[in-house]
Nanobody, 123 residues
Framework: QVQLVESGGGLVQAGGSLRLSCAAS????????MGWFRQAPGKEREFVAA???????RYADSVKGRFAISRDNARNTVYLQMNTLKPEDTAVYYC?????????????????WGQGTQVTVSS
C-alpha cells in the first residue's frame, strides 16, 4: 500500500504562485508515474499534470506554460509549481500514483490517491 500526503495549498491572489508537494510513503516505487488532478465545486475531477519516473511530463492544456511538475525520487516526493494562478484554478488538488510508469489522463488508471489540498485563487 502507498500513502500520499499533499501539502502547500492555500489562498493566493490572481497572478500569484504556489508550490504543492506530495510525499509518498509505504510500498513506494520510484518507477511509478505520478500525477496531479483537481476538482472544483460542482465540477468533475480533471487531469492537471503527470510525470514518469524518468521525468517525462504531460499537462492539461489549461495549465501549460503556467504549471510545472517535477519529482525527487530520492525523497519520494512530487511537486507542482503553479505560477500565474487564475481564479479558475481554484479547486482541491489531489496527488495520485500508478503502479505502472505510463502517463494516463484518466484518473481511473491511478491506484493511489492523497486526501487533497485546497487551492483558492482570489480575483
Amino acid at each position: 500500500q502507498v500513502q500520499l500526503v499533499e501539502s502547500g495549498g492555500g489562498l493566493v491572489q490572481a497572478g500569484g504562485s504556489l508550490r504543492l508537494s506530495c510525499a509518498a510513503s509505504g510500498r513506494t516505487s520510484s518507477s511509478s508515474a505520478m500525477g496531479w488532478f483537481r476538482q472544483a465545486p460542482g465540477k468533475e475531477r480533471e487531469f492537471v499534470a503527470a510525470i514518469t519516473s524518468g521525468g517525462g511530463t504531460r499537462y492539461a492544456d489549461s495549465v501549460k506554460g503556467r504549471f510545472a511538475i517535477s519529482r525527487d525520487n530520492a525523497r519520494n516526493t512530487v511537486y507542482l509549481q503553479m505560477n500565474t494562478l487564475k481564479p479558475e484554478d481554484t479547486a482541491v488538488y489531489y496527488c495520485a500514483a500508478r503502479r505502472g510508469n505510463n502517463i494516463w489522463v484518466n484518473g481511473n488508471e491511478y491506484d493511489y490517491w492523497g486526501q487533497g489540498t485546497q487551492v483558492t485563487v482570489s480575483s
